[in-house]
T-cell receptor, first 117, second 117 residues
């Protein structure tokens, strides 16, 4: 069974600083996707970044980047130059590409990020 | 208009009442999902559908039923609501995942907050 663990219920960062949110996952499969979703107070779920497991290169999207360590099953999110609008709940999630659980996005419990001005 | 529309946005009901949450999408996606979000638990999958004739139970389907009326419509029903079904409910869609690149990205609706008294 897949599991996703976010060990930091809450994090805080100063505006313009860098913060890293941790995520570990467990799966016996080799072909899967990993995601970070952001949920601001508006409660909308917004995709931040996606990583395909077969790609060794870490995904980046502007100020957001990941550190994907496949052997360690670790998928951390780094936010650079933090902005007030980055304050939100962040969810790590995994998805198998094949198999009976295909389509079942497994979420971690989330990390609440606060950004201090 | 939003790609994935959920109605109602908010609903307060009483124990024992029947409730239907509706979801419609303009993405043209085959796959639709219902998730439930509880504080501290992240999102958990209730039901998912890969096409109109395909309905699958998720992690927490007990007490819920679904109907896929058309490719674009997927409704969630609580036949007899109970207080522990108080939660934020999300509908989501994704494509069929045949293409590795860009595949399996879920698009979420804005959520339906249900309170069962």
């Amino acid at each position: 069974a897949q599991t996703v663990t976010q060990s930091q219920p809450e994090m805080s960062v100063q505006e313009a600083e860098t913060v890293t949110l941790s995520c570990t996952y467990d799966t016996s499969e080799s072909d899967y996707y990993l995601f970070w979703y952001k949920q601001p107070p508006s409660r909308q779920m917004i995709l931040v970044i996606r990583q395909e497991a077969y790609k060794q290169q870490n995904a980046t999207e502007n100020r957001f980047s990941v550190n994907f360590q496949k052997a360690a099953k670790s998928f951390s999110l780094k936010i650079s130059d933090s902005q007030l609008g980055d304050a939100a709940m962040y969810f790590c999630a995994s998805l198998l590409r094949y198999g009976g659980s295909q389509g079942n996005l497994i979420f971690g419990k989330g990390t609440k990020l606060s950004v201090k001005p | 208009d939003a790609d994935v529309t959920q109605t109602p946005r908010n609903r307060i009901t009483k124990t024992g009442k029947r409730i239907m949450l509706e979801c419609s999408q303009t993405k043209g996606h085959d796959r639709m999902y219902w998730y439930r979000q509880d504080p501290g638990l992240g999102l958990r999958l209730i039901y998912y559908s890969f096409d109109v004739k395909d309905i699958n139970k998720g992690e927490i389907s007990d007490g819920y039923s679904v109907s896929r009326q058309a490719q674009a419509k997927f409704s969630l029903s609580l036949e007899s609501a109970i207080p522990n079904q108080t939660a934020l409910y999300f509908c989501a869609t994704s494509d069929n995942g045949q293409a590795f690149s860009g595949a399996n990205v879920l698009t979420f609706g804005a959520g339906s907050r249900l309170t069962v008294l």
